[in-house]
């Protein structure tokens, strides 16, 4: 069994977004816990996230307090075997 430290995963989505669900889908394949922040429930958190990166498309997700993009983002990086050691596995 692994015993590596799982990264910090947080994204910010809505309900209404396929792409945040296709990234919800990659990341629970990967076994990872994901902290979601709804940014319609939560609007002042997202707004502080788009001011500090520039993007206020949903999903935006992070990894370990790093900005990892949206689902595009995090596909490319699973196809390119970049995620897993990104995300501690």
């Not at 910010?12 to 990872?32: H, Q, W």
């Not at 958190?45 to 983002?73: L, M, R, T, W, Y």
Request: hydrophobic share 35%; charged share 25%; glycine share 6%.
């Amino acid at each position: 069994m692994n015993q590596n430290k799982q990264s910090q995963v947080i994204m910010y989505y809505t309900d209404s977004c396929p792409f945040c669900l296709n990234a919800e889908k990659l990341l629970l394949s990967k076994g990872v816990e994901i902290e979601k922040i709804d940014t319609e429930a939560e609007p002042e958190k997202f707004a502080k996230v788009v001011a500090e990166i520039g993007q206020d498309s949903v999903p935006q997700i992070f990894i370990n307090g790093q900005h990892v993009g949206g689902f595009d983002d995090i596909s490319e990086l699973d196809m390119d075997d970049e995620l897993e050691p990104m995300l501690g596995l």
